[in-house]
């Protein structure tokens, strides 16, 4: 069964403490991406990665790290920098178009609600 | 990508055509016109998108007009599960999600 994965799909965690948030991906897409979502309020990217031991930062970034060791998966770290933490993450991947620098669709994974107390 | 602008919220009777209009007219020639929904507390699922052309498929049907700049989103016939905030992007790699358009299906 193909498909984007994140858990678990609910994370408390206190304040001051490092979280991992999962996601896995069995579509062999190229790119993998984070992004948060806030209530009532669209996707912001966090990071970003193209290809295997690289990515990108987004429009987010700070207070979070993620690293991309493996094609399939790219875990995000909520790190005690991050100032509001408690929010909605979203994992998405994308396969690259064929002969092309663009990317096609993303597909997203169900989401991590992560509250902080 | 390209900024752009959607209506905050429409609604539509069950089983009539929704249309979701979106302005994009900042859009550049390698951008892509992308359309998501996303029901509440779930990720979004991806719907259709087009780069030229109007583009169709078992879901819905994209109508991008000739200078690009706008296009409208058709749910041919709408139904209550068809209720969720819908998102038009303007963009390549890195996608830019706006607030989006909230429909509501009405029985």
């Known amino acids: 069964d193909g498909g984007i994965t994140q858990s678990p799909k609910y994370l408390f965690r206190k304040e001051g403490q490092n979280v991992t948030l999962s996601c896995e991906q069995n579509l062999n897409h190229d790119a993998m991406y984070w992004y948060r979502q806030d209530p009532g309020q669209g996707l912001r990217l966090i990071y970003y990665?193209?290809?295997?031991?690289?990515?990108q930062k987004g429009d987010i970034a700070e207070g979070y790290s993620v690293s991309r060791e493996k094609k399939e998966s790219f875990p995000l770290t909520v790190t005690s920098a991050q100032k509001n933490p408690t929010a909605f993450y979203l994992c998405?991947?994308?396969?690259?178009?064929?002969?092309?620098?663009?990317?096609?669709?993303?597909?997203f994974g169900p989401g991590t609600r992560l509250t902080v107390l | 990508d390209a900024k752009t602008t959607q209506p905050t919220s429409m609604d539509c009777a069950e089983g009539r055509a929704a249309n979701l209009p979106c302005n994009h007219s900042?859009?550049?020639?390698?951008?892509?016109v992308y359309w998501y929904r996303q029901i509440h507390s779930q990720g979004p699922q991806y719907i259709i998108h087009g780069l030229k052309n109007n583009e169709t498929n078992e879901m819905a049907s994209l109508i991008i007009t000739e200078d690009r700049k706008s296009s409208t989103l058709i749910l041919p016939h709408a139904t209550l599960r068809d209720t969720a905030v819908y998102y038009c992007?303007?963009?390549?790699?890195?996608?830019?999600f706006g607030e989006g358009t909230q429909l509501t299906v009405n029985p």
């Open positions: 992007i303007a963009g390549g790699s890195r996608l830019t």
């Open positions: 998405a991947s994308s396969l690259r178009r064929r002969g092309r620098s663009s990317y096609n669709e993303q597909f």
């Open positions: 900042t859009i550049s020639g390698n951008e892509y």
């Open positions: 990665s193209q290809i295997v031991n690289d990515f």
